[in-house]
């Protein structure tokens, strides 16, 4: 396999659209039933039809109805982008209103979940104030033909005052942020075939149809849930991401099931509906007082906004609401579809004024969704239509603004573009955009734009996969020119164009800074690339060393404990790379973090994102752009120290060792490059510094050196000579 087609197969296949258990569950069967398609909750009963208490705060409908319930109908659409899909199986509620779906959509018999179709790695958010108390991976690459088969399950319980011990369970999930080992640790992947929670990892408090089960010493999984590292105990906040959702052959959805609490027992826990004590042959366990509800009619929903304000008792829909909700007055331009081997010539926006975009969310954005920006060859002869989601910022007459290109990660074999990424960064003053490009399953053929790159992939004998790594270089590009060919428009500074993605969309972005120009691949100049958990090919780019002095500025962010396709060796080949290259960088190693940096932090606990744009406003708009620096750039320790030379790194191999932090206490064991005899150089060219750097000075015999702390914390050990002397510099 080539190396750029490096992303990890994190990709690993999952999910479907029946309810989890135990064992492996009978053929589904429709219940025949009428539908009730009320967009607001009915009064609250009992099967039985007599009314029941319910822990709800709410026993009328809100007071102010104006933003409840406010995409109900568009989620029962068979056009939105998100929609409802099956309900649960009437016969299994015992609380509130039996019926909930939408016609046509029947469920399985024992079904106790709704269903909802988004695209899949959608971000799944908490729909109140919860606590994680337990998983249930189940994943698997297949099942029943059946491919790929996401069935992480997550479980929850309230911390809100309005519903006390109510539980939340989330289902045919890819992944999720509380397991920070899931996908990371081949031990927390997806098994071969599906077989339920006898082949899962899992731990803690898991609800099925008749019963709940405590995963521990005492119930032990089937597989070893540690290397999954969950949080249970984590409260979340309404509003977090609690997981991405995932897919069941060519359907990508999660399921959400909530138990609430009632004054009167559930005749299902106490095994006193027959026809479900023989479709689950398993003796009823749990609190009988807890009721499985019909979702989308039980509860009352509202669209979460950091700012926004629930009543008692209304829940945050478990997802954005901006990509199905009406579109904003705006133009609805979807451009000429701009070919492959055809890119648009930049167009040079004269600025009205400088404009630097906030560090703070501060402009309202209006989003063009699913615009065509190109189309793409495939092996067969076809073409694909390429998408990307733009979001514009209202900055008014502030002049041009930079260009944010977002590009996702999935191991070139899934994944999709993100009209939130978009949106949250076009919220700061950039025109962002998150873009689609073909992926393995589209049998890409790339075209003659980025021949030599596909040559050295293999060309049309590589992998599909191979070639989805050059097809998504060449997307990007096209995206660019698509971008750019509306810069007048979109009152884009095309001197400042930023590239940012995700493991493979890293490696993309990285490809399209630093490698494509190796091959005469023609492109707009980058200012910065935002590279979390990529890299750049070793065996036809050369790794880091593919950087050249005057390319991009780099931000990277990489787990110390990845290994494989995306090995954390990656990222100190960059940061090697940078270094001698003389350009701008930074480095945010995460500590004991594999594959998955979501979450990340600075060393001194800063959220990353913060970072990245203080980063990149330095970049495209700080003093250090200046080509020729005060001669105090390097911090002045002594009038020697003021024009002492920093400097650059020579090419060397990696050596493995144990690294130690500088309190002298032994760290976990991962690769570190020591730097041997660096090459110095004077302060004056070293514009990668900036004026506030710390520097370890060092004066011996009329000779002085500066080793900045970044880079010592990056290297750990620098073997030295100064004045003849040989010196071992730390700290």
């Known amino acids: 396999m080539k190396a750029l087609a490096l992303a990890v197969m994190l990709a690993l296949l999952a999910s479907a659209c029946g309810d989890a258990a135990g064992t492996a569950e009978p053929t589904p069967t429709a219940v025949t039933t009428t539908i009730v398609t009320t967009s607001a909750p009915v009064s609250t009963q009992a099967t039985t039809g007599e009314l029941s208490d319910t822990a709800s705060a709410v026993a009328d409908p809100p007071a102010d109805m104006t933003d409840v319930n406010s995409i109900h109908d568009a989620l029962r659409s068979e056009n939105s982008k998100i929609q409802f899909g099956t309900h649960a199986d009437p016969g299994v509620i015992t609380l509130g209103p039996t019926d909930g779906g939408i016609p046509g959509n029947m469920p399985y018999k024992g079904s106790n979940s709704m269903n909802i179709r988004m695209p899949l790695n959608t971000e799944v958010l908490a729909p109140l104030e919860m606590t994680f108390v337990g998983f249930d991976n189940r994943s698997a690459h297949g099942r029943e033909g059946q491919s790929p088969y996401d069935d992480l399950e997550i479980c929850f319980e309230s911390a809100s005052p309005d519903w006390p011990d109510m539980v939340i369970c989330v289902y045919h999930l890819r992944t999720s942020p509380l397991l920070p080992g899931h996908l990371v640790d081949e031990e927390c992947g997806p098994v071969e075939e599906w077989t339920g929670s006898k082949g899962s990892n899992a731990a803690g408090r898991i609800m099925f149809l008749k019963n709940e089960t405590f995963f521990g010493k005492d119930r032990p999984a089937g597989k070893d849930p540690e290397p999954c590292r969950a949080r249970i105990g984590s409260l979340v906040q309404r509003g977090e991401i609690i997981g991405y959702s995932g897919q069941v052959g060519n359907n990508p959805h999660s399921g959400f099931r909530f138990k609430v609490m009632s004054e009167n027992p559930n005749p299902l826990t106490l095994g006193e509906i027959p026809e479900y004590n023989e479709l689950i042959p398993f003796p009823p366990s749990g609190d009988p007082y807890l009721h499985w509800v019909q979702p989308s009619v039980f509860f009352y929903w509202q669209c979460f906004e950091p700012d926004a304000v629930f009543q008692p ?13 009406p579109p904003l007055a705006m133009p ?4 000429t579809t701009v070919g492959p081997t055809t890119p648009a010539a930049p167009t040079t ?9 906030s560090l703070e969310e501060r402009y309202e954005v209006s989003v063009e969704e699913a615009v065509v920006y190109g189309t793409g060859g495939t092996l067969d002869g076809g073409q694909v239509e390429l998408l990307l989601d733009l979001a514009i910022p209202d900055t008014g007459t502030d002049g041009p603004r930079p260009l944010f290109v977002h590009i996702h990660g999935g191991g070139f074999i899934q994944g999709s573009r993100s009209p939130h990424t978009a949106r949250e960064v076009a919220k700061r003053g950039w025109v962002a955009a998150s873009i689609d490009y073909r992926l393995a399953g589209d049998e890409p053929l790339p075209g003659q734009r980025v021949q030599g790159f596909f040559d050295a992939m293999g060309g049309e004998s590589s992998s599909a996969r191979d070639r989805s790594v050059v097809a998504a270089a060449e997307d990007t590009l096209v995206a660019l020119d698509y971008l750019l060919s509306r810069a007048d428009e979109l009152h884009i500074d095309t001197n400042r164009i930023v590239l940012k993605g995700e493991s493979a969309g890293a490696f993309t972005a990285l490809a399209v800074a630093y490698c494509a120009d190796k091959f005469e691949v023609s492109g707009p100049k980058i200012a910065a690339v935002i590279d979390f958990a990529g890299g750049i090919p070793e065996t036809f780019c050369g790794g880091g060393t593919a950087i050249d002095p005057g390319e991009a500025a780099v931000f990277v962010v990489h787990g110390t404990e990845d290994t494989g396709e995306t ?19 930074e480095f945010h190693p995460q500590e004991g973090v594999g594959h998955n940096v979501s979450g990340a932090t ?13 980063f990149l406003n330095r970049v495209l708009y700080g003093e250090q752009v200046a080509t020729t620096p005060p001669t105090d750039t390097v911090t002045q320790l002594t009038d020697a120290l003021a024009t002492m030379p920093a400097f650059t790194l020579p090419e060397i191999g990696p050596s493995e060792a144990t690294s130690f932090d500088p309190r002298g206490l032994l760290r976990m064991e991962v690769p570190f490059i020591p730097l041997d005899n660096p090459v110095p150089v004077t302060a004056a060219t070293a514009t990668w510094l900036r004026p506030d750097d710390f520097v370890l000075g060092v004066e011996r015999g009329g000779e002085a050196r ?14 030295d000579t100064i004045a003849g002397e040989p010196y071992l510099v730390t700290y």
Do not use: W
Request: charged share 15%; hydrophobic share 45%.
């Open 313 to 325: 008792g209304v829940l945050a829909y478990p997802f954005d609401c901006e990509p199905i909700r």
């Open 567 to 585: 090995s954390f060796t990656r990222a100190l080949s960059i940061v090697d790379g940078a270094t001698a290259a003389e350009i701008t960088y």
């Open 706 to 719: 500066a080793y900045p702390i970044s880079q010592i914390a990056y290297h750990h050990l620098v073997n």
């Open 602 to 614: 600075t060393a001194d606990g800063r959220a990353i994102d913060d970072a990245m744009y203080e």
């Open 332 to 335: 609805t331009t979807v451009g």
């Open 349 to 357: 926006v004269a600025p009205a004024g400088l404009f630097k975009p």
